[in-house]
């Protein structure tokens, strides 16, 4: 595996069908909802699929928003925060 979530499949089998709060409304993930924001993060901002499946565990865990835990452990940047939100909110 090239660090890529190919497929999603991985995403897949551990978040098969919930809600990830995004930070603007809480949005149903099914593959079809997390993918553009996964291959977004991993494409655009380099983010690693393993990092990924971790703030997904733990958005989940603290039901917080994604972006916010992917700043909280310093996966993101200010900047990069922001590119989450107009990307989410663009999209």
């Known amino acids: 595996m090239d660090g890529k979530i190919t497929g999603y499949s991985a995403l897949e089998n551990r978040y098969p069908s919930h809600t990830i709060k995004l930070g603007i409304d809480e949005v149903p993930m099914t593959p079809n909802t997390y993918s553009p924001l996964i291959r977004f993060l991993q494409e655009d901002l380099s983010?690693?699929?393993?990092?990924?499946?971790?703030?997904?565990?733990?958005?989940?865990?603290?039901?917080a928003p994604l972006p916010m835990v992917l700043w909280q452990y310093g996966l993101v940047t200010l900047e990069q925060l922001d590119q989450i939100y107009q990307w989410l909110e663009t999209t």
């Open 47 to 63: 983010i690693s699929a393993d990092s990924i499946a971790i703030t997904l565990r733990h958005s989940e865990k603290q039901q």
